[in-house]
């Protein structure tokens, strides 16, 4: 077996507790024990991943007075700007925006770099603001580099909230900040989107205008006969006070007279006494409270108190699931928001490649349960050209290419329309004119990247030990984040890649990197070179002044060096025979969806498979296909016809491999898709 394919070690004793309290087969028992999960409470979250156990988005730092900014700008009727970033994590943050403003009766002017403007703000954009009576800018997906911008339009009167995701450098603007990766923030959750970070804004905003908004929730449990007390406020445990008995929590009853909102949970024989304690206040029974949303969450079997009593062994922790399960059902006109905007917040996340864990994997579980059933005019037209039951891969592969693909040209303001339009003529033009777009951007990345994988073959271009570096004046500057994402995986390696294109004397690039190294952080330490940069430790951009390049390319090259050449590991979930592959295991794999950067599709190994075919198929007769001696399932290697065949002399193999279903001609069949093969 090759050194870079790692199986991941397995505990029986575990997988077995899985499959008995959740009801899995083995293989499915496995597979989450081999991604990471390895106890109740934690599988559980995996397996239901509830909007509910979202983070309190007032958790975040700066949260809490830009909504005070927002309401009173409201109150006020001061002007309201709304400033995105082009791409489709920028253009999807401004859409949610502008949806709740619509339903609040608010006018927004709204503006994002078109034509050939570079990413993030500029004195003539503000200036444009100010022009339309702006008091308030809100920025979406951008914002934390624009430090001069800024300070120009708080001269010129304008207050600006920052929404935004991207590392903060050593200096930060003046101005109100929402963003999770900002400096003293304690949001948990650091990888949302900027569409993420813009719904927990959206998310915010409605919130503050809840009755429950900024009152004390005192939470009364025992675990073990001591009494404990959870102090809430805004979906956020502010202070937990453990009592050793409940004569305890007598001494102590003039302080605690003084919560508005008193909740019980799981007290047993000492409720009574509690209640007498409190007879004053307003108290709530947490499992009554729970009987009154019935139709919202039992129904939907969102709260399973038998399985959660067998998971959840402290009254503690069921409690806060509970209440948290309660908070979120008590406004439908929150939820229907929610609702409304979730598959546009998971088309935002996908695009910009965030990983799929955590909160990621909670928004776009829903997002994609949203997209199917979706009223939004402009995507329900496009869903009609594809297939009803779309996944991940829908919007990773075909969605959010196409729609970023105006951006790309300069014509960000496309896709702008085909959010925000509603009138289905308009809306089929836009698409016509976006698809027309789709395929110019394919045409040419296809032509770009083949002569660059061609000059690297024939030695014409090197790439070394390091990373690489490739300067052309036939990319379009709008191309270089997917040529250099599409030249990472076939060099296996970091990639930077530079538009020179036009004779520009400020010229853009683009970085992408393989597993976990962090490119961004080798080039940051050359920021004052730059003219800006911002993104990810797996995706980033700049621009530059034409004459600093090749020093740029030199400090790159030499900071990363001989370390960025790691290979990729291919990391194994689980080793089977092929005869487990059929329509049933692959349809079993369902329950971990979605999947995505981070939290790849279930990836398994077979030994010693015999092989009874070899044929080629594509265009360029590049792709693979094995029949085998045992079986009929169909097995495919993309680009591996190379390969492929020369393994083919011997008859057999080891290969590693992903598994889905092959629709054609209405017939269904199981298909391996081969990664390695040794």
Known sequence: MKSNWVVKDLNEEIVNEFSAVFGLNKYQSSILYAKGISSLPSAYNYLNPKLSALYSPFLMKGMIDAVYRIREAIQKSEGIGIFSDS???GLTSMTILNSLFDKMGIETFNRYPVGGEDYGLKNKIIDEFYNNGIQLLITLDSGMSDIEEIAYAKKLGIDVIICDHHEAGKVIPDALIVNPKQKGCRYPFKELAGVGVAFKLCHALLMSYLGNFNRLFLLITKDDDKIILFYIRNGIIE????????FELRRQ?????????????????????????????SIHNLNILLEDFSDNIKSNKLINNELLKKIFRKNSDFANIIFSEIEY?????????????????????IADIMPIYGENRIIVHHGVQSIRRTKHPGLSLLLKKMRSNICTKDIAWNISPLLNSPGRFGKSNLTAQFFLERNPKNLQLILDEIGKINEERRKIISEIYTGIVHSIENGEISIGDGLLFIQSDKIPDGLVGLLANQLTRFVNRPVIVVSLLGNKKIIKGSGRTIGNYNLLSVVEPFADMFEKIGGHPKAFGFSALLENIEAIKEKVERAAGKSCKLGYEHIIDLEISLDAVDLEFISDLSLFEPCGYKNEEPVFLTRDVNIKKFFRFGTNMNHGKYKLADSHIEIIGWNMADVMEKHFK?????????VERNEFNGFVSPRVIILDID
Not at 257 to 266: G, H, S
Not at 329 to 348: C, E, H, R, T
Not at 650 to 658: E, K, L, N, T, V
């Open 253 to 281: 009853q003039e302080s605690l007279k003084k919560q508005d909102n008193i909740l019980l949970f799981a007290l047993g024989k000492d409720e009574d006494l509690v209640r007498k304690l409190f007879c004053n206040n």
């Open 87 to 89: 791409d489709l994590d």
């Open 329 to 349: 059902n008590i406004s439908k006109k929150i939820k229907d928001y929610i609702s409304s905007i979730i598959g546009l917040v998971s088309i935002g996340t």
């Open 239 to 246: 202070k937990i006070k453990t009592l050793d008995n409940i």
């Open 650 to 658: 011997h008859r057999r193999a080891d290969m590693i491999y992903r």
